[in-house]
């Protein structure tokens, strides 16, 4: 992949003013602080975290941030920034090996391990909507997903043990990979604008 465009690192408009850069900068930065990951997280919130004080190094400098515009200008208008295809991240069921699947908007999907051959079924890049419910259940809960696809088909999908920072993905695009049989998660992914952060579900 090329750098990552740092205004959607940020997530914020190409046109905002100095202000609201300085708060997603912030808001990013507490938001993908390592120290809220488990160790299994924990390398890809530090790259993230980089990624966005690497962001507001150039975009929080007046000089160096119009000096990125006109590059960012150029590359526009020279067709680099291309509308390249979406590539989701999903790890196999039995191995964790990652295939990169071309999104499906909310479809799922059979996808087959490179490393080990296993196939599985995912639901790729649906969106998530509202947040995920918990539902009490005899020995703990369980956390039931609703996800909606492109189609407006919408699919529940229950996980178990999903970390606090799901909160932070109310409408976000996310992806499952689901266990052998029904329809449980094995992982839920997360899609961030760069980085795709996945968690094991149990
Ligand atoms: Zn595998």
Redesign the pocket.
Known sequence: MSDPDHYAVLGVEPTADPETIREAWRFQLRAFHPDRFSSEQHARAERMAKRVNEAWQVLGEPAARARYDRQRRDAAISGAVGASEILRELP??????LSAVPDQAGRTVTVK??????QFTAIVGATLLGRPRLEARYLGGRHLLHLVAGDGTVTTVAARKLPTELALIEGETVSVVLRGRGRGARYVIVHGRITDMGWRTG
Request: aromatic share 0%; proline share 8%; net charge neutral.
């Open positions: 196999c069921v039995s191995c964790g090996t391990c490179p490393a080990c051959q296993q």
